[in-house]
């Protein structure tokens, strides 16, 4: 599976290390006079940062921070405007000069387009304002439940073929806080090697023992799987109480879609449980918009706990759990989030609910079928053409995520300024965030992209290309680009020229 590989060449590995080696040894020899010099201290306070990570933030972070956090102003349609900043200067912070740029946007989830203003979602969404306020203070489990978030958790676990929903009021805690409350002591958790860090920050929070297993690899997992079995338990060696498998529908650095099949054949074999995290896929893979196990030909009824949120189809905030009525219920009376967090605002529980009787049809129109067709035809088309210009790109067909490697950390910094003076603003990912030599450029396809957008962005795209070298796919990347699926034309009005200068 995947169209791309995070692997440099042994050429590229080099050049990579050679930049990260001259920063270093750049950077101590400014920390060596900075240190002759005399340094300001506060004398008995222990230092806030360790020494790596002071020497990393201030020698190598700080030189290209500008591509980084960069403030937006407005919804995240199709075009966004940008806030320009002051340029880096030293460690000086960046601050806003006033000006505004208007970008083409490639960095946010907006999957669906729901994200800003909708002719059939933001009327209600006000209606709902009026009715019920901007929040309601308290949580699900005091006075945070209304009639909205009672119909949206019936219509989404019908929608998701479950038994029961429950929402929380932040998508992050779905994983980080839902995930310890089901994996108790003598629990075993195996986790996914590139996993998103709420899936990290909830299993590091479970009080079971955890294993990562090769990313998206089945075989790796019934290896570990076995061999944990036998041995049992630690010090004790009794058998496990339960065990789980923790695995996502796309991963949002990779854009590669689960190998569900394979897992779920694995967790029969050996009685284990799946808790399947949906946050980029529910609403953008599968005919419908149910997500991988639509888009895979998988039977709900084989994950035991699904999990989404509402940030990136939706066009909203929070999160869900969907799984069986007792599962829920457990949840309920025993986790943090639904006992004690804010419960999700009602204007935010009605533009999901909004957007979800789109996705349905059950507003009467076919207006979310066309956004479901649009997004996958704006994916593939998209794939194809940076395939076919030489791009590294990851991810599968049909998947809305596209990382672009870059390998090289000034690439990494060229890239994106280029891309913003261009006017499209992207988001670029580096280490820490990512290992060392997997240095990457993440964009993000909405069904609000006209071929129009598209065509413009790509003719930047070839141009960035040239300009910074990193056409890193070579002739597979192509022969990948003529294997994947047909595109079909969009009828959309004559295309305006633009030219790169």
Known sequence: MGTGTLAPTLKHALLAYATWTILYIFGLLRDFVRNRRGKASFKGYAPIRQDFEDFFTRRIYYRIHDVFNCPVKGPPSAWMDIIERTPVNRQKPLMATGKIKRCLNLGSYNYLGFASSDPYCTPRVLDTLSQHGWSLCSSRADAGTTPVHE????????????????????????????????????????????????????????????RVFDHNDPVHLEQLLRQAMLEGQPRTHRPWKKVIIVVEGIYSMEGEVVDLAGFVAVAKKYKAYIWLDEAHSIGAMGATGRGVCEHLGVNPADIDVLMGTFSKSFGACGGYVAANKDVIDYFMAQCPAHLHATAMTPPAVQ??????????????????????????????????????MGFNVLGDWDSPVMPIMIFQLAKLSATSHEMLRLGVAVVVVGF??????????????????????????LQLFDYVATKCDIRYGGPRAKALADGGPKIKALTESSHEVHTVT
């Open 432 to 457: 820490p965030a990512t290992p060392l030599l997997t240095s990457r450029m993440r964009v993000c396809i909405s069904a609000s992209h006209t071929r129009q957008d598209l065509d413009y962005a």
């Open 351 to 388: 533009m999901v609910l909004s957007a979800l009787r789109l996705i349905t049809g059950a507003d009467g129109s076919d207006r979310g079928a066309h956004k479901l067709s649009q997004l996958r035809t704006n994916a593939n088309y998209f794939r194809s053409r940076l395939l076919h």
């Open 151 to 210: 119909e949206l958790e019936r219509e989404l676990a019908s929608f998701l073929g479950k038994e029961a929903v429950l929402t929380c009021g932040m998508g992050f805690a779905t994983n980080s806080v839902f995930l310890p409350v089901l994996a108790g002591p003598g629990t075993l958790i195996f986790s996914d090697a590139l996993n998103h860090v709420s899936i990290v920050t909830g299993v590091r929070a479970a009080k079971g023992t955890v």
